[in-house]
C-alpha cells in the first residue's frame, strides 16, 4: 500500500525558532510537492520538488528532496505567526497503471507569539 | 485564467437528497481530480479524468457517487442518497500532464 507520512502531525513552536518538518514516501517517486492549507481554505502551493537533492526556499520556509531515502523536508527558520496553518507533502506515484497523487497526513503547525 | 473555480461553495443538504458538485480546471490542463477532505485529514483521492475519460475511481467510493466530464472541460461530481457520513470538503483540482495540481476553493457539504 502506498503511504505517506508526516511528522510530527502537530507543531506548536514559538516565534524565532526554527524546526523541520518531516515527509517520508513509501514508494518509488521522483516528484514531490508541498501545499499550505489555512483553516476553512482551500489548498495552496508552495514547492515543486522535481529530482533528487531538489532545494527550494521560499522567505523563511525550505524545501528539500532526497529520492534515495524516500524523504522530503520543510525547514522552518525563525518562524512567525503568520506561518500558522497545516502543511501538507503530496507524492507523484505510479500505480495501476496510472499517476496518482497521495497527500499526507499534514502538519499543524502553531506559532506562538 | 482566474484558476481552478468550484461551485457551489457550501451546499447544505438533507440526508437522502442528492447534490451536484461542479467544477472548472484551468483552460489548459488536461487532468481533473477530485478529492474529499474531512476535518483534521489529507485529501483523499475520489477519481480523476485525462481529457474526458475517467481513468481512475477509488475503490473507497460507493455507487452512489458518480462524476462526469463530458467535453473534457468542466466536472461534475454527484452524490446520490446523501448520508451525514458524506459530510466533507469537496476539493477539485486540475493539472497539466502530471505536473503541479492546482486546486479550487472546495464545496462543503453538510449533511444533516
Known amino acids: 500500500e502506498l503511504k505517506v507520512e508526516q511528522n510530527p502531525l502537530f507543531l506548536s513552536m514559538q516565534e524565532g525558532k526554527n524546526y523541520t518538518i518531516y515527509c517520508n514516501y513509501s514508494t518509488t517517486s521522483d516528484r514531490l510537492y508541498w501545499y499550505r492549507q489555512d483553516p476553512g481554505k482551500s489548498l495552496e502551493s508552495l514547492f515543486v520538488l522535481l529530482s533528487n537533492g531538489a532545494v527550494k526556499q521560499e522567505g523563511r520556509l525550505m524545501a528539500s528532496l532526497d529520492t534515495k531515502a524516500r524523504l522530503s523536508t520543510l525547514h522552518i527558520t525563525a518562524a512567525v505567526h503568520d506561518l500558522s496553518a497545516t502543511y501538507f507533502c503530496?507524492?507523484?506515484?505510479?500505480?495501476?497503471?496510472?499517476?496518482?497523487?497521495?497527500f499526507g497526513t499534514g502538519t499543524r503547525l502553531k506559532v506562538l507569539a | 485564467d482566474t484558476g481552478v473555480s468550484q461551485d457551489p461553495r457550501h451546499k447544505i443538504t438533507k440526508r437522502g437528497q442528492n447534490v451536484t458538485f461542479r467544477c472548472d480546471p484551468i483552460?489548459?490542463?488536461?487532468?481533473l481530480y477530485w478529492y474529499r477532505q474531512t476535518l483534521g485529514q489529507g485529501p483523499e483521492f475520489l477519481t480523476y479524468f485525462q481529457n474526458e475519460a475517467q481513468l481512475e475511481k477509488s475503490r473507497l467510493l460507493s455507487d452512489r457517487f458518480s462524476a462526469e466530464r463530458p467535453k473534457g472541460s468542466f466536472s461534475t461530481l454527484e452524490i446520490q442518497r446523501t448520508e451525514q457520513g458524506d459530510s466533507a470538503m469537496y476539493l477539485c483540482?486540475?493539472?497539466?500532464?502530471?505536473?503541479?495540481?492546482?486546486f479550487g476553493e472546495g464545496s462543503r457539504l453538510t449533511v444533516l
Open positions: 503530496a507524492v507523484v506515484a505510479f500505480t495501476s497503471g496510472t499517476y496518482k497523487y497521495i
Open positions: 483540482a486540475s493539472s497539466l500532464a502530471i505536473g503541479e495540481l492546482f
Open positions: 483552460s489548459e490542463h488536461n487532468r
